[in-house]
């Protein structure tokens, strides 16, 4: 679905499956990962640097409404995403609504009262396992994770799937984001 219809379903109650975020993530070392994820067939797509700047929006509280509002900047391009609040207590799902802006977003939402509240840059590995992405990342500050991506609740299932054919026990599992564990350090 696109980020319009997203947001028109999201906002007028109906919301589908592609406007989700359904991920697993895990510390790792990469290197014996990769070679994991491989083993199963996983396909490498690419690798790219990102750069995430979270926002504090004027008059709401995003961290207590377990919200957030991200500018992703990767190879050039500006992704401008909200994520809603979780609804699953063993795999990470909540809303998630993305769409390409240009770097003028970061004026605006400043200018709105917006406030970067940080940073989060790493190295990110994209590889395709099914119709699941698969990450590799090493994420400055915090080290090295798997996360397992799915769009939606059909996913989680392969997601836990693809977990256990890795050997990773459903305990080894955060639902922190990264901006979450930058913050407790």
């Known amino acids: 679905m696109s980020a319009p219809n997203c947001a028109r379903a999201w906002f007028s109650g109906r919301r589908r499956g592609s406007c989700m975020e359904v991920e697993a993530k895990v510390k790792v070392k990469i290197k014996e990962m990769e070679k994991r994820i491989r083993g199963l067939g996983a396909r490498f797509i690419k690798k790219?640097?990102?750069?995430?700047?979270?926002?504090?929006?004027?008059?709401?509280?995003?961290?207590?409404?377990?919200?957030?509002?991200?500018?992703?900047?990767?190879?050039?391009?500006?992704?401008?995403?909200?994520?809603?609040?979780?609804?699953?207590?063993?795999?990470?799902?909540?809303?998630?609504?993305?769409?390409?802006?240009?770097?003028?977003?970061?004026?605006?939402?400043?200018?709105?009262?917006?406030?970067?509240?940080?940073?989060?840059?790493?190295?990110?590995?994209?590889y395709q396992w099914d119709r699941l992405k698969v990450y590799l990342d090493r994420v400055e500050g915090l080290g090295e994770f798997l996360e397992v991506e799915g769009k939606d609740s059909e996913d989680k299932h392969k997601i836990l799937g693809l977990l256990g054919s890795l050997n990773i026990p459903p305990a080894e599992l955060i639902r922190k984001s990264y901006l979450e564990m930058l913050e407790e350090r």
């Open 48 to 126: 790219e640097r990102q750069e995430d700047m979270y926002f504090a929006h004027p008059s709401r509280d995003f961290k207590l409404r377990d919200e957030a509002l991200r500018v992703r900047r990767v190879e050039g391009e500006c992704i401008l995403t909200y994520k809603g609040a979780r609804q699953d207590s063993r795999i990470k799902t909540r809303p998630e609504i993305e769409t390409k802006v240009e770097e003028t977003i970061l004026d605006i939402l400043r200018v709105l009262g917006f406030s970067e509240v940080r940073r989060v840059v790493k190295q990110r590995d994209t």
